[in-house]
């Protein structure tokens, strides 16, 4: 989204990555970036920054793995390269195969089912956003969504409350102009607003990539956020964490702008789980 400039300093930061990979020596590690890491203006950047551990891992081919394909509703695409100490024992097969069952996404309208749609735009405050959710949906995304906690994950207090009550955090309102409201309105499914560039999310579809804005260091600047698929209104953070696959009980920033940047910043867990499972398979095996 940026210019994309192969001077950014940023682009150290590849290098630094395996650099410390090199220190540490674990074993296995995985990077995650945007796709736009394997166009060939950054060729020499990638292959600089992975012959730093060239003779002590085992680096596998990069791999673009796309969220809806693995069961998160997002339409996020990302680039993993994996790699494994030689020293370790490892076997990596064909460590890319596809799941055995389908993990197929649900669309954006079932993915959403059972968080409140009907949103003040005054709910601010960490209470105002505590708002039940029901469970109307069955499968393999919504018990990961709204029940299974992997063992070890998650404080418990927090917990327990959800468990109990069912009540999730993150339901805040964005304040819009009537005129703002009745161009979202009139939006159709999949269509952008001309001056906020909002995207309409389509029920039938997947929620597009969501980005995080910027940091202090560059302005503050609060990402683009979709519009919801029912109401003419932008999405609240709780529903971002949904597309994205994390659980209702995952307790995010007590700020809406924070909240926001952990989510567009994330890995979505589904696709996560996906890649480690993987990772950890190919550590086990004799």
Same mark, same amino acid.
């Given at each position: 989204m940026g210019k994309r400039d192969v001077e950014d300093t940023r682009n150290q930061l590849l290098s630094h990555f395996f650099r410390i990979v090199d220190e540490l020596k674990p074993r296995a590690f995985v990077l995650e970036n945007v796709p736009g890491i394997l166009?060939? @203006?950054y060729a020499t950047i990638l292959a600089d920054a992975i012959s730093i551990v060239g003779e002590s891992y085992d680096v596998l081919k990069p791999h673009t793995l796309t969220a809806f394909?693995? *069961?998160?509703?997002?339409?996020?695409?990302?680039?993993?390269?994996? #790699?494994?100490?030689?020293?370790?024992?490892h076997f990596? *097969? +064909?460590f890319w195969s596809k799941p055995k069952k389908s993990q197929r996404a649900p669309i954006v309208r079932?993915?959403?089912?059972?968080?409140?749609? +009907?949103?003040?735009?005054?709910?601010k405050n960490s209470g105002d956003g505590s708002r039940l959710v029901r469970?109307?949906?069955? #499968?393999?995304?919504?018990?990961?969504?709204?029940?299974?906690?992997p063992a070890g994950v998650g404080n418990p207090e927090s917990l327990a409350s959800y468990q109990k009550s069912r009540v999730v955090t993150g339901c805040w309102g964005t304040k819009h102009s009537a005129d703002l409201t009745s161009r979202y309105a009139a939006l159709g499914a999949g269509k952008s607003d001309s001056k906020t560039k909002s995207m309409r999310l389509d029920p039938d579809g997947y929620c597009p990539t969501l980005r995080a804005g910027t940091g202090p260091d560059r302005g503050s600047f609060q990402a683009v956020r979709p519009?919801?698929?029912?109401?003419?209104?932008v999405i609240t953070p709780r529903e971002a964490a949904r597309l994205q696959g994390?659980? +209702?009980w995952y @307790?995010? +920033?007590?700020?809406k702008w924070h909240s926001f940047r952990q989510i567009g910043n994330s890995v979505s867990p589904i696709v996560a789980e996906h890649v480690m499972k993987r990772v950890r398979r190919a550590l086990d095996h004799e």
């Open positions: 166009n060939e @203006q394909e693995l *069961g998160a509703p997002t339409l996020r695409r990302r680039v993993f390269i994996v #790699g494994f100490l030689n020293t370790t024992p990596v *097969g +064909d079932h993915a959403l089912c059972g968080l409140p749609a +009907d949103i003040n735009p005054e709910w469970v109307v949906r069955s #499968g393999r995304f919504f018990a990961s969504a709204t029940g299974r906690v519009i919801h698929h029912i109401r003419p209104r994390f659980p +209702d @307790q995010f +920033d007590v700020t």
